[in-house]
Nanobody, 121 residues
C-alpha cells in the first residue's frame, strides 16, 4: 500500500490562503490520477480537485476560481493552492491517488491521513 502524507493545513481567517501538499512513498507521477478530497463535520467526504497524469484538472464548483491543483514531479508532490478561503472550506483535507484501472475515491485506493483546514470568519 502506498503511503500518502498531507501537509500545510492550519487555521486562517476568511480571505486568506493556504497551500496543501501531498507526497507519497511512491513516485506520484506514476499514478493515473490524484485528487484532494475534504470532509467537514457531519458531511460526507467530497472531491475538491483532481489532476491526471496528463495534467488534466477538474474542480468542484464550490472551489472553481479559488483553488488550484498542481503537480511538481521534481519534488514528488501534488499541491492544492487555496485562495480566498471561506468558513465553509473548513474540513479535513485528504489526498487520494489511484492507479490506472482504479476509481479515484474508492476505499481500495491510497489515502493520506488528512490535514485540518479551519477558516474563521
Amino acid at each position: 500500500q502506498v503511503q500518502l502524507v498531507e501537509s500545510g493545513g492550519g487555521l486562517v481567517q476568511a480571505g486568506e490562503s493556504l497551500r496543501l501538499s501531498c507526497t507519497g512513498s511512491y513516485i506520484m507521477s506514476s499514478f493515473n490520477i490524484i485528487g484532494w478530497y475534504r470532509q467537514a463535520p457531519g458531511k460526507q467526504r467530497a472531491l475538491v480537485a483532481e489532476i491526471t497524469s496528463g495534467g488534466r484538472t477538474n474542480y468542484a464548483d464550490s472551489v472553481k476560481g479559488r483553488f488550484t491543483i498542481s503537480s511538481d514531479n521534481t519534488k514528488n508532490v501534488v499541491d492544492l493552492q487555496m485562495n480566498s478561503l471561506k468558513p465553509e472550506d473548513t474540513a479535513v483535507y485528504y489526498c487520494n491517488a489511484a492507479w490506472a484501472g482504479e476509481k479515484l475515491g474508492s476505499d481500495l485506493t491510497s489515502w493520506g491521513q488528512g490535514t485540518q483546514v479551519t477558516v474563521s470568519s
